[in-house]
Every structure is written in structure tokens, then in C-alpha cells.
């Protein structure tokens, strides 16, 4: 699972509007589901800013790169965004990885989204626009 949250969006809505916003999250929308149809994964928006993506029967090589690819196909975008530090629209990527190895520790669906999401918000400490993997910075 790659959770992915739009850095700074509130204060874009609040700078260019509703309608600006909403623009905004369907360019990046498409941005990201073209990346991740690449691996046949699914992307669905999980509120707000918020999109998860969903990639099975792939290495953990992949999704880092497919996480990375999703990250620099928004940057690449230079969608301007006046009201955040980099002046760009940006976006922060958590990935938590059910394999195996941690299989045993991993209740469900809900702990994976879980997961995922504190390594999302451990990129947002680290910065932002940035890839963070669960398990990675513990």
C-alpha cells in the first residue's frame, strides 16, 4: 500500500479556491493513476487530499520505484502552488510492504493502511515531498 497526501492542499484551496483545488487534485489524480496502472495496481482517493494505491505480486523494489515515479510525475507537473515553501505543488508518499516476513504482525487491511500512513506522516516530518517505507525508520 503507497498512501499519498498532497502537501500544503488546504492552504491552496484557501490561496486559489475550491474549483483551483479541485483542478489540482485531478491533474495529480491522473498523474498518479498513470504511474500505477504501469504495475496494474489500483488507486483510489482516501479522502480529502488523500489517494491510496494498492500494488499486489510486487517486489519491494518495485513499489519504492513506483512510489518514486508517483512522486516525480506530480513534481514534474510544476503545478504552482504560491502559498507553500517550494512555491510547486508537492506530494508526500508512506509505503507499508505485507510480505512474509511480517505477515504474522499484520492483522488486516486496516493495520497495512495503518502503517502506511505513519510512514506518510514520518515523510511529512522529514519534509515532505518525499518516499518513506513503514519499517524503514523505526
Avoid at 24 to 40: D, E, F, G, P
Wanted: hydrophobic share 40%; proline share 1%; with cysteine.
Amino acid at each position: 500500500v503507497i498512501m499519498v497526501d498532497i502537501d500544503h492542499f488546504k492552504t491552496y484551496n484557501d490561496f486559489y479556491g475550491h474549483l483551483a483545488g479541485d483542478d489540482c487534485l485531478i491533474h495529480v489524480a491522473r498523474s498518479l493513476n498513470k504511474v500505477v496502472k504501469q504495475t496494474s495496481g489500483s488507486l483510489a482517493r482516501f479522502g480529502g487530499e488523500e489517494f491510496a494505491a494498492l500494488l499486489s505480486g510486487v517486489s519491494k523494489h518495485e513499489v519504492m520505484k513506483t512510489a518514486t515515479q508517483m512522486l516525480n510525475s506530480v513534481t514534474a507537473m510544476k503545478i504552482k502552488h504560491e502559498a507553500s515553501p517550494s512555491g510547486l505543488v508537492s506530494i508526500s508518499l508512506g509505503i507499508a510492504i505485507l510480505d512474509e516476513n511480517n505477515r504474522a504482525a499484520i492483522a488486516g487491511p486496516d493495520d497495512l493502511l495503518n502503517l502506511a500512513d505513519t510512514a506518510l506522516y514520518q515523510s511529512k516530518r522529514n519534509g515532505r515531498g518525499r518516499v518513506s517505507l513503514w519499517g524503514a525508520f523505526s
